[in-house]
């Protein structure tokens, strides 16, 4: 695929970035394309590798060396072509994607594996920009109709795919606008929201209805939903954050992470912030947790002009590089440097906070913390930590973001008033073979059902879960299963 002997030719090459000192000023995206001949090169990387494991990495299961082949032939409709036929959204996937298929890369074995998440972005915006993606509504309508609930990257694929085989669509989403995390916790300087409104915009045209400050089991009775459509989706995210019950956790200065992302999302786009406004400027802020979440406030707590920004980690620092027991193809838990660290912030691991500490008025003033040693197993995983005696000492700070994941989806209203089981987690159950909760025809998919998970975990799940709906509603389907090839 692409030029047989690319891969011997061309180095792997990362397309340019605005440099940190000036990107912290605004909320943009700051990447540069690739040019025409360095894209052309980056494709031509892909091997004629016989077995591409990077298909099975991915979750969407994109046929990945067809595209970059068809990238190298300049053949832009084609490519576009291929990969809509298995992910129905690569311009949020080619922004915020861990990429796992790029782990699976065969070339990764001893080399740079191919840049496929950045040919996947310039695929889909080469293809909007030549006028290749246009609406394209069912010509025929089943009658039925399917209501989804979420428009997260779950229930917006779920949406897509039963629009497609022309049932009737209504999403019904709580905030204001369509989106979900998309919308109100990836930060503007990772997606922009004129992406997000781009394509909701083409769903609307293809028929799909959106009904935005509709919170189900709230403002919206369950039981209508129940009367007047053939069947419902579950979509709504793995939303209650992880916290973090320690003495002083009610200081004035300690919030989740989501909260202050939103809010910022909330701010960029001049939408009203209907409760107290977090903001960093100026202070000294720590964020726990180690993972993409607290890397997002860091990057906007620097455009917010913070003092100071360190992030705490609780877990040992990850390896730089594959050990032994992280082989090809599995997706490796490497040390990760994002774009927001490039941009400033302190950071630590091993390291657990014992308390908050609070000043007369409630405002906090510092943490304590202190290190820890990890115990590791036979196979290289950390299972128990213990104090490191003398190492406790105060950090002053004046704000604490949580990041440290999710537990579950709301359990309040909507989904005890529908009264669907939920397993050993917290979560919606469902089968992922049927997708079907223990109510007939309610369905979930993404995050609800599996947990916190990836974006292009949550467009499986909801691609998967429309073809169960579908089989559902008319005894078949011809929607392509994950592991079909969907295109001509």
Request: hydrophobic share 40%.
């Given at each position: 695929m692409g030029k047989v002997t690319g891969f011997q030719e061309y180095d792997r090459v990362a397309p340019t970035r605005e440099e940190a000192k000036t990107r912290v000023k605004h909320y943009g995206e700051f990447l540069n394309e690739l040019p025409a001949q360095e894209l052309n090169n980056q494709a031509a990387r892909c091997m004629d590798c016989g077995v591409p494991f990077c298909q099975s990495g991915c979750p969407l299961g994109n046929v990945i060396p067809e595209f970059n082949d068809a990238v190298y032939q300049g053949k832009w409709e084609l490519a576009a072509n291929i990969l809509l036929s298995t992910n129905n959204f690569p311009e949020f996937t080619g922004r915020i994607c861990p990429a796992p298929c790029e782990s699976a890369?065969?070339?990764?074995?001893?080399?740079?594996?191919?840049?496929?998440?950045?040919?996947?972005k310039h695929i889909i915006e080469i293809a909007f920009e030549k006028g290749f993606i246009k609406a394209k509504a069912p010509l025929l309508r089943t009658g039925k109709k399917v209501a989804v609930i979420g428009s997260g990257p779950a229930g917006l694929a779920a949406a897509a795919q039963l629009n497609k085989v022309g049932h009737e669509v209504t999403v019904f989403e709580r905030d204001d606008a369509p989106g979900g995390l998309l919308r109100y916790g990836i930060p503007d300087f990772k997606l922009q929201k004129n992406v997000i409104d781009r394509r909701i915009d083409l769903m609307k045209e293809e028929g799909i209805i959106f009904k935005c400050n509709a919170n189900v089991g709230e403002n919206v009775e369950i039981s209508t939903l129940l009367r007047d459509f053939n069947a419902i989706v579950?979509?709504?995210?793995?939303?209650?954050?992880?916290?973090?019950?320690?003495e002083g956790r009610s200081a004035k200065g300690v919030h989740f992470a989501m909260d202050f992302l939103k809010q910022q999302n909330k701010r960029v786009a001049s939408r009203e912030i209907a409760v107290e406004e977090i903001l960093a400027t100026g202070k000294n802020v720590i964020v726990i947790g180690g993972g993409d979440t607290g890397s997002d406030c860091i990057g906007t707590s620097n455009r917010h002009g913070a003092k100071s920004i360190t992030q705490f980690e609780i877990m040992p620092m990850p390896p730089q590089l594959r050990t032994e027991n992280m082989p090809w193809p599995t997706y490796p838990m490497l040390l990760k440097n994002t774009s927001s660290h490039e941009e400033g912030a302190e950071r630590a691991w091993s390291v657990n906070t014992k308390n908050f500490i609070a000043d007369e008025n409630g405002n906090l003033k510092a943490l304590k913390i202190v290190d820890v040693e990890w115990e590791i197993d036979a196979v290289g995983r950390p299972v128990t930590f213990k104090e490191i005696a003398g190492s406790e000492r105060d950090i002053p700070c004046e704000l604490v973001f949580l990041a440290m994941g999710?537990?579950?989806?709301?359990?309040?209203?909507?989904?005890?008033?529908?009264?669907?089981?939920?397993?050993?987690?917290?979560?919606?159950?469902?089968?992922?073979?049927?997708?079907?909760?223990?109510?007939?025809?309610?369905f979930a998919a993404g995050d609800v059902r599996r947990g916190q998970s990836l974006v292009v975990w949550a467009i499986s799940e909801g691609r998967e879960?429309?073809?169960?709906?579908?089989?559902?509603?008319?005894?078949?389907?011809?929607?392509?299963?994950?592991?079909?090839?969907?295109?001509?």
């Open positions: 890369c065969v070339l990764g074995i001893n080399r740079p594996p191919v840049s496929i998440e950045e040919i996947e579950l979509a709504g995210g793995s939303t209650i954050p992880r916290d973090l019950p320690i999710f537990l579950h989806p709301q359990k309040e209203g909507l989904i005890e008033k529908l009264g669907v089981e939920l397993d050993n987690r917290g979560n919606v159950k469902a089968s992922e073979h049927t997708y079907q909760t223990n109510i007939a025809k309610i879960a429309a073809r169960k709906v579908d089989e559902y509603l008319m005894g078949t389907t011809k929607l392509a299963s994950r592991d079909a090839v969907a295109y001509a």
